[in-house]
């Protein structure tokens, strides 16, 4: 799961996170959706860009 | 002490303030970010849980989401009438009951005060398959910063020296600090550089104007010369959405208020006069 907030500075990135998905999977440029969506700094970036979601490979075991 | 507000919206302002000195500007940032109560999820009862994530991540993702906060509505759970056991001047009640497949949001914390609810409703916290299941009860209770960081009201909360850029008259307006500054402060006004109006407080004080001038071969001394006003700071807030940015403010200024009054006494009691007096 995406972490609920930017671990350096605190800032509430999560809910961007869906949208991020879906129009970076469409093949628009990050830098571009990361601009929409509100992520100034290069920490609350990083997140998004560099998170991997595992749930859906996690779940089938439980 | 005067502030001028740049920018002033709900949840981020710039404003600057001065004439006023370091330990004031940096005690304001620290009453800003550790002082000033919000509430957030403190206390999780999980009653059923099967999901991928342990009770304790779940516990601590609920923990994170801003609650919208009325201060005026809640006391601290220590100073309140009920010795810390929880009643709803201090303790303000979620319960949260779903069921997969789907994904839980934060919109799914269905708070018993309808003014208490969680900042944003589409933060997601766990996946859910099918005959998974997540029920549980969460109590926020009014904390600050230095606690734990999740009653922090702020997330960016710093503040920066006013930038002074003086242009003496060696300037020949060659254009190659105007080409270095990544802030895009400066630009070449006839056979001068000046700056450009309105963005001086972009400066960010690194000094490459004055490399590039230099390196220009106009001497010794730069023309150009970078530095900041001593006295006034440029701030920046930005609330997480559990209170908004000028309530931030106001309540930071008057924790500082209130601990001067309290050390002022204090120092009467010890010298027995009302502390106005000045030492011999």
């Not at chain 1, 990050?30 to 992520?39: A, E, N, R, V, Y």
């Not at chain 2, 303030?17 to 620290?30: D, L």
């Not at chain 2, 490399?211 to 071969?217: F, P, Q, R, W, Y």
């Amino acid at each position: 799961m995406i972490p609920v907030r930017c671990f350096t500075c605190g800032k509430v990135i999560s809910p961007a996170y869906e949208e991020f998905k879906h129009r970076r999977d469409a093949g628009e440029d990050p830098k571009k959706i990361l601009d929409d969506l509100g992520m100034d700094r290069y920490c609350c970036r990083r997140m998004l860009l560099t998170h991997k979601e595992i749930i859906d490979d996690i779940n089938p075991y439980q | 002490m005067d502030i001028i507000f740049n920018r002033l919206d709900e949840n981020s302002c710039r404003f600057q303030i001065g004439p006023v000195n370091t330990a004031f500007a940096n005690s304001f940032r620290r009453a800003m970010i550790g002082e000033v109560p919000t509430l957030a999820i403190e206390d999780v009862r999980i009653y059923d849980n099967t999901s991928a994530l342990f009770d304790e991540i779940l516990a601590h993702r609920i923990g994170l989401i801003p609650i919208t906060t009325d201060l005026s509505g809640y006391v601290k759970r220590e100073e309140c009438s009920c010795n810390g056991e929880g009643c709803p001047a201090c303790r303000a009640m979620f319960t949260m009951s779903v069921e997969g497949p789907g994904m839980v949001y934060s919109r799914d914390l269905i708070p018993e005060d309808p003014a208490t609810i969680p900042a944003y409703d589409n933060i997601p916290i766990v996946k859910l398959t099918k005959d998974q299941k997540v029920v549980v009860e969460a109590h926020a209770i009014l904390s600050t910063g230095k606690m734990h960081a999740k009653w922090q009201p702020t997330t960016a909360c710093g503040y920066k020296n006013y930038p002074l850029i003086t242009i003496g008259e060696a300037c020949d307006g060659c254009g190659q600090c105007v080409e270095e500054c990544p802030r895009v402060v400066l630009e070449v006004h006839g056979a001068r550089v000046k700056v450009v109006p309105g963005r001086i407080e972009e400066c960010s004080l690194c000094g490459l104007c004055e490399k590039a001038c230099l390196g220009s071969g106009i001497g010794e001394e730069p023309a150009i010369k970078v530095s900041f006003e001593k006295k006034r700071y440029i701030f920046v807030v930005e609330g997480d959405g559990s209170l908004p940015v000028k309530q931030i403010i106001v309540h930071g200024l008057q924790f500082i208020k209130d601990q001067s009054e309290e050390l002022k006494e204090r120092i009467g009691e010890i010298s027995g006069g009302t502390g106005d007096e000045k030492q011999e």
